[in-house]
Nanobody, 117 residues
């Protein structure tokens, strides 16, 4: 029932762009903050960007000015627009939904982003 399904990953050259999408179903989307995480081999999972139910956004320093998170509550979809991609952006990107009260958290399956020439 509860699902987060990412799409849009792939292989892109340095300096290129990708837009990731995460389609939500099976829960009340507007009650959740939405986040994008990423994890590269041998590294800790890190928070990339987050958007609150009211539209407030936050980004990790390494992607500020390059990535933009947005949400479409009517479509129950969250996006991550990634521009000026670097090899260090290579990772599996995961979509996450979180609600404070009552506490709840959901995860997508991940989508691979590879930045290489």
């Amino acid at each position: 029932q509860v699902q987060l399904v990412e799409s849009g990953g792939g292989l892109v050259p340095p300096g290129g762009s990708l837009r990731l999408s995460c389609a939500a179903s099976g829960f009340t989307f507007i009650l959740y903050a939405m986040r994008w995480f990423r994890q590269a081999p041998g590294k800790e999972r890190e928070l990339v960007a987050a958007i609150g139910s009211g539209g407030d956004t936050t980004y990790t320093d390494s992607v500020k000015g390059r990535f933009t998170i947005s949400r479409d509550n009517a479509k129950k979809t969250v996006y991550l627009q990634m521009n000026s991609l670097k090899p260090d952006d290579t990772a599996v990107y995961y979509c996450n939904a979180i609600r404070a009260l009552p506490r709840a958290e959901k995860w997508g399956q991940g989508t691979q982003v590879t930045v290489s020439s």
